[in-house]
C-alpha cells in the first residue's frame, strides 16, 4: 500500500506568534546576525573621557584663567605694564583740540606730569586711579593718524556738539574701522552753550548719531571739572580691545629718536628709538620695520630708567633688592636717575638675515652641460648678432652711448604687457601698425617700471573760488582727462560684453592666442600650479604648508628681557639719514618687529571691498598703495573673483558692486590676521581710499586665469547645423581651435565640423536647434600672474589731510 502523507485541514489550531512589541526578538536578532559578534566598547580610560567632577573642574580652571587675562589686561598703570596710551582725534573741524587737553590736565590737582622730548606727547600719572597714560595728538594727516592708532589703546574721539563730526571725521572712522579700530570713547565740550531748554534734545542727538555706529558708544561732556574726572576715570577702568595682528607683535611708539652716524659709511648711521615695548616681548636678534623705509636689523637694547614710574618709592626699593649700586632714601619722592643698562646685544649668529629674495640659479633647469661644438656656435651667433645695427625707439636729444644702456623688453614681457592694457587688446586698431603677433603697450611699461609720467611730475595744488569761473581751465589736464575716459568706456564694455573681443583681421588667431587653452570645464579640468611659471616666481619663497608653519611661529615663545612695559632703546643699525632727517614728532613713528619669515618675499591675496564713496574705475594691474598691517607699500595687483576651487576668474576692473575680490601682488610675508586698507595716488598728488579688506593668505600656487571670449555670428541655420562667420578669418585658425567646444548666449553647446572657403566661414554643430539671433562663443583661458611692481620705499605719509575750516570771508565769497 502506498504510503500517504496527513494534510491539515481548515479546522487545524494555530497558535499565536510572540508578541515582541516594536523591537526584535533575540531569536530574530539571532537569525539576522549569522553568528556575527560587535565590536567591543572602549571603557571611558581609552577614550580619556573625563569624569563629571573632573569635567567640573576644568571648567572652572579654564574660566580662572580667563578671569586672570582680564585683570591683566586692565591693570594698565602697574609698574610691570605701559601707560595707557590715549590718542586723542578731533572728528570736526570746530573742535578745540588744545583746550580739552588743557581741561584734562588739569581735572586732578593730585596729578603728576613727567616732560618728554617729544612734543605731542604727555606722560600723566594719576595716582587716585592707581594709573598713568600717555596723550599723544596726532597732526591732521590720516598717515599720522592710522600709525598712532597702531600702537594706541584708547581712541579718544572729540565731536562737535552742534554737527557731531563732519566728512572728514567720518573718512577717519571708516579707516580705523578697516585698519583695526582699538577701544573708543566719545567726548564734548561746549554743551553748557546750548540753551537749557535744546540741551537734552542735542545730546540725544549725538547719542543717536555715536550708536549708528558704535552700539555701546557713550558720550561725556567736558564742561566742568567733575565731568573732567570721570572721563579719566572711564579712560581708567574701561574694558580694552585687543586687535590681534598688532597684539601678536612687539612694537615701540617712538618717545625719543636721535641719530648716530657711522664712521665707515657715509649717509647711513645708528637710530636710537627710545619707548614702552607693547605687544610682545622683542628680541634683539630679530627685525624690525620702520614704515616708509624697510626692514633693518638691530644691534643692542638698552633699558634706561622709566620717565614716569607710578611709585617712585617702590621703583626704588625693587632697584636695591635687585642689587644696584646707588643708594636712595625712602623718603626721596622724586624720579630715580641712573645710566641705562643694556639689555641685549645682538649675535652674529643667531640673528636673522635680511635676505628678502631668493637667490636663483640660472643652471638649475639645465640637464646637460654643453658641448664645445654648441659653445663655438653660440659664440659665433652672438659675434654676428652684435654686427647687426640695433635700432631703438629713444627720447629725443639722447645719445648714442646713453641709447646703448636702454634695455628693451624681451617677446615674453610684450606678450604679458598686452595682457596688461585691460581690453585695449579686444579692439582691433591695436594690430593694424604693429607686424608683431602681440603689440606693446606703453601704459603697461609705467607700470612694470614702478610709476607713470604723472608721477614724476610736480603739480602745484590751487584753491578756486567758487564765485569766479574765469580760470576754471588753466589747470585742466587734457591727457589725463582722455585717459578717464578711455577708462570708463573700457569698463562699460566689459561690464555689457564680459571677456568677449573681437579677433584681429591682420594677425593669425593661433598666433594672438597662442597662450591660451580651451578648457573642458573651467572647475573640474587639471592645471598644474607649476607649469611655465615666470622667471619672477624663482626669486619668491613658498611654504610646504603656510597654516603650519604659522601656527608654529606664533606659538614660539621669545626669552628677551624686553619684555612687554619695558623702557627701552632699540639701537637699528645701518639706517639712512633721511630717515631720522624726515621724522616730524606730530607724525609719531611706531617701530614693529618682525615674526619669523616677514622679511622674505612671496604672493600674498587680499580680499577686499570697494569703498562706496569711490566711484572710478580701478583697473587691474594699476598702481595703488597697500596698507597692510605694520606695511605700507606700492605695487600693482591682479584682481580675480573671491571662490572655491583651484581656479579662480581675473577680473579686469575691480568690481562697482559689494562683491569681495581677492587682490594678488608681490610683497613681504605676513601671516594673517591683518587687515587691508587700499589707497589710489591722483595726478595732483593726493590719495583717495579705494577698498578695504583682510589678508587671506599667502600661496603662489593660486591659480588666476583670464578668460577672453571670441564670438561669431550664424549665416545659414539649418536644424542642428550652422555656419557661423566673423570669429576667424582663414582656414588655418578654425583647424587649429577645432578642438575646443563652443557655446551660445542662449545656452546651446557644439562643436566645429569643418571649415567653409578660405575666408573663416566654418560649419558647426549644436546640441539644439539655433537661433536666428543667438551668437556663437569660444570661451580662451590663460593663466595671469602679478607683476613684480613692489615699492616699498617713499610711502610712509599718504596726501590725505582734514580741510582748513573756512573763515567768514571765505563763506562770504
Known sequence: MAKTSHRAGPLKQQNKGHKTGRHRSKGKIDVQLKGKVNAKNISRKWKRELSKADRRNKALQLRRQKRDELLSQKRMGGVDAPPNLVMVLPLHGAVDVDRIVGCLRAADSDAVEYPSSNSNLLHICLPRFKRRFSIVVPSSNLSAILDTAKAADTVLCLVDPNACWDDWGDLCLSCLFAQGLPSVTFATQGLKDVPLKKRTEVKKSLQKQIERRFADGKLYALDSDQDNVLLLRHLAEQKLNRVKWRDIRPHVLADDVTFEPSATQEGRGTLKVTGFVRGAPLSVNGLVHLPGYGDFQMAQIDGPADPCPL????????????????????????????????????????????????????????????????????????????????????????????????????????????????????????????????????????????????????????????????????????????????????????????????????????????????????????????????????????????????????????????????????????????????????????????????????????????????????????????????????????????????????????????????????????????TVLVFKELPDGTHNLVATGTLLGVNPDRIVVKRVVLSGHPFKIINRQAVVRYMFFNREDIMWFKPIELRTKWGRRGHIREPLGTHGHMKCIFDGKMKSQDTVLMNLYKRMYPKWTYDPVGWRSLNVTAPVPMTMEDEME
Do not use: C
Not at 648714442?400 to 586698431?429: C, F, K, L, M, R
Not at 576668474?649 to 594673517?672: C, G, H, N, Q, W
Open 311 to 674: 611709585n617712585p618709592r617702590k621703583v626704588k626699593r625693587k632697584a636695591k633688592k635687585d642689587g644696584d649700586a646707588m643708594a636712595v632714601d625712602d623718603d626721596e619722592t622724586e624720579t630715580m636717575e641712573e645710566g641705562p643698562r643694556i639689555l641685549e646685544v645682538a649675535g652674529s649668529q643667531n640673528q636673522e638675515s635680511l635676505q628678502a629674495e631668493a637667490e636663483p640659479d640660472p643652471m638649475a633647469g639645465e640637464q646637460t652641460w654643453p658641448t664645445e661644438e654648441e659653445l663655438a656656435e653660440a659664440e659665433a651667433a652672438l659675434q654676428e648678432e652684435n654686427k647687426k645695427q640695433i635700432v631703438k625707439r629713444v627720447p629725443k636729444g639722447t645719445s648714442d652711448y646713453q641709447a646703448t644702456w636702454i634695455v628693451e623688453s624681451d617677446d615674453d614681457e610684450e606678450d604679458d604687457e598686452d595682457d596688461e592694457t585691460g581690453d585695449e587688446e579686444d579692439s582691433e586698431a591695436e594690430d593694424d601698425d604693429n607686424d608683431v603677433p602681440i603689440p606693446e603697450s606703453a601704459d603697461s611699461e609705467s607700470v612694470v617700471g614702478g610709476g607713470t609720467e604723472a608721477d614724476d611730475m610736480e603739480f602745484d595744488t590751487v584753491s578756486i573760488s567758487g564765485g569766479s569761473k574765469e580760470n576754471y581751465d588753466v589747470h585742466f589736464d587734457e591727457e589725463a582727462e582722455r585717459e578717464m575716459l578711455e577708462k570708463y568706456r573700457e569698463e562699460r564694455m566689459n561690464e555689457m560684453f564680459p571677456d568677449e573681443i573681437d579677433t584681429p583681421m591682420h594677425t593669425n588667431a593661433r598666433v594672438r592666442f597662442a597662450r591660451y587653452r580651451g578648457l573642458k570645464s573651467f572647475r573640474t579640468s587639471p592645471w598644474d600650479p607649476k607649469e611655465n611659471l615666470p622667471h619672477d616666481y624663482a626669486r619668491i619663497f613658498q611654504f610646504e604648508s603656510f597654516d603650519r608653519t604659522k601656527k608654529r611661529v606664533l606659538a614660539t615663545k621669545s626669552d628677551s628681557l624686553a619684555e612687554v612695559g619695558n623702557y627701552i632703546t632699540i639701537h637699528i643699525s645701518d639706517v639712512p639719514r633721511s630717515v631720522f632727517d624726515d621724522y616730524d614728532p606730530s607724525h609719531p613713528l611706531v617701530v614693529f618687529g618682525l615674526l619669523a619669515h616677514e622679511q622674505k618675499m612671496s604672493v600674498l591675496h587680499f580680499t577686499i571691498r570697494r569703498h562706496p564713496d569711490f566711484t572710478d574705475p580701478v583697473k587691474s594691474k594699476e598702481p595703488l598703495i597697500f596698507q597692510v598691517g605694520y606695511r605700507r607699500f606700492r605695487a600693482g595687483p591682479i584682481f580675480s573673483q573671491h571662490t572655491s576651487g583651484g581656479k579662480h576668474k581675473y577680473e579686469r576692473f575691480l568690481p562697482k558692486d559689494s562683491a569681495v575680490t581677492v587682490a594678488s601682488v608681490f610683497a613681504p610675508i605676513m601671516f594673517p590676521p591683518s
